[in-house]
């Protein structure tokens, strides 16, 4: 039988995640989620939680770990914060870091699918091209030119919290991931 792979951050305190898994056993894929410029959101988090909910473990990771995490104000989230702070993250470090869960995941023996949101849309790609190991990427970009990689997916920003490009998009992983 499979385990559930444990939360792929567990040992990387620079990152930190919301992790949404599966209630059953047998979770043997798992998607990283990363977010757009405004930091770890609900439609992340939803992503997240929807891919839990098809049966593949997710990690929505928290890029501005090493700024305290997305920040807030209140209980709700600063978006113009957000931005700030994503203005001030090297890209090639976050990607670094980003490599590291995948290469947790892999180690875990899990399947590896990517999405991403905007910002994160970019990076994810970047990852799948650079990771022959990431079997699915999902990118919601305002980019309608750019080019779909061939174990891709690419699904218009404004639908990030459309439940139908979500669902489409979730089964596009659960296809690609699940034996």
């Known amino acids: 039988g499979h385990r559930r792979p444990p939360d792929p951050t567990r ?6 995640a919301l992790a949404a898994r599966p209630g059953r056993k047998g979770a043997e894929a798992a998607v990283l989620v990363i977010h757009d410029v405004w930091g770890l959101d609900t439609a992340a988090e939803e992503f997240a939680v929807a891919c839990a909910v098809g049966g593949l473990p997710a990690y929505a990771v928290d890029a501005l770990s090493a700024y305290g995490g997305t920040p807030r104000s209140g209980a709700a989230r600063d ?7 994503i203005g001030q993250l090297d890209v090639e470090k976050t990607l670094a870091k980003l490599s590291l869960v995948v290469r947790a995941l892999r180690l875990d023996g899990a399947t590896v699918g990517v999405a991403g949101f905007g910002w994160g849309a970019d990076l994810a790609l970047r990852l799948a091209a650079t990771h022959a190991s990431i079997a699915a990427v999902v990118a919601y970009i305002d ?9 891709g997916l690419l699904a218009p920003l404004a639908e990030r919290a459309s439940r139908r490009s979500i669902q489409q998009s979730v089964d596009f992983l659960t296809d690609r991931l699940r034996p």
């Open 11 to 16: 040992h990387l305190p620079f990152l930190t």
């Open 79 to 85: 978006r113009a914060r957000a931005q700030r702070s």
């Open 143 to 151: 980019d309608a030119s750019a080019e779909t990689p061939a174990n």
